[in-house]
């Protein structure tokens, strides 16, 4: 995965939930595709959980 600072990955996080929400208003939503952005979008979650809880530490150290 490429390194992304905590913008880019609200970013993508937003495109991820946008795209979602497109895939399952169609008549016949592509299951499998919702499933993979979810777990993507559920990763690019932990990862700014991550660098936030980094620099929340790096500030009280």
């Keep these: 995965m490429p390194l992304m600072n905590a913008q880019q990955l609200r970013a993508e996080i937003a495109r991820l939930a946008i795209a979602m929400r497109e895939e399952s208003a169609r008549p016949n939503p592509d299951k499998a595709k919702i ?9 690019l979650q932990e990862r700014l959980w991550t660098i936030e809880l980094n ?3 790096a500030r009280w150290a």
Excluded: D, M
């Excluded at 499933?35 to 990763?43: A, G, T």
């Design 35 to 43: 499933q993979i952005w979810s777990l993507r979008r559920q990763s």
């Design 55 to 57: 620099a929340a530490t």
